[in-house]
């Protein structure tokens, strides 16, 4: 579709990963080791329909999920009590997402539409992890590891159950 120099001169071409550091590692001449960092693993299967009326006053779309991560790593700076800081690498995280989403679109008359969607997830924890703490004010401090009960606990960061509605006039 692109001639090797359309490439080029928008600068497309370039490998440079630096966007994918994790922004909570503030040091990175004290990064986890390499196993720590290794990649995840995941495994998906998701299906979906869609359905648009043939006089176009009714669009409906559905979609279901299911996805096992495996071997997830994270890693957060922490404050201590004390106010010293440090690192905490996580890896080994393993978790099961699936649910339900579902959109629809009713439009009875041309100046109204009606736009509803509703979203149902389980998303989960499935395994104990242990962590490692590095003392991010003294590197000679060794790493101390803490075990992680996790197991069958929420995944954070995204809501599990979400609906909405939209009247445009």
């Not at 080029?8 to 966007?19: E, M, P, Q, R, V």
């Amino acid at each position: 579709k692109y001639k090797y120099d359309e490439i080029i001169t928008k600068d497309k071409t370039s490998l440079d990963i630096f966007w994918i550091k994790d922004k909570s590692l503030t040091d990175l001449d004290n990064l986890p080791d390499p196993d720590i960092l290794a990649n995840e693993i995941i495994e998906n299967i998701e299906a979906g329909l869609n359905y648009r009326s043939t006089d176009g006053k009714v669009a409906l779309k559905g979609n279901v999920y299911y996805t096992l991560w495996n071997d997830r790593s994270n890693s957060r700076n922490v404050t201590n009590q004390d106010g010293t800081e440090g690192i905490v690498f996580i890896s080994g995280l393993d978790s099961r997402h699936y649910g339900l989403e579902i959109e629809a679109a009713l439009a009875p008359i041309k100046v109204v539409r009606l736009d509803l969607s509703m979203s149902l997830g389980n998303w989960k924890y499935t395994s104990n992890v242990s962590a490692k703490y590095r003392d991010s004010s003294d590197p000679n401090n060794p790493d101390q590891t803490y075990n992680l009960y996790v197991n069958g606990l929420k995944v954070g960061d995204q809501p599990q159950t979400g609906l909405s509605a939209a009247l445009t006039l």
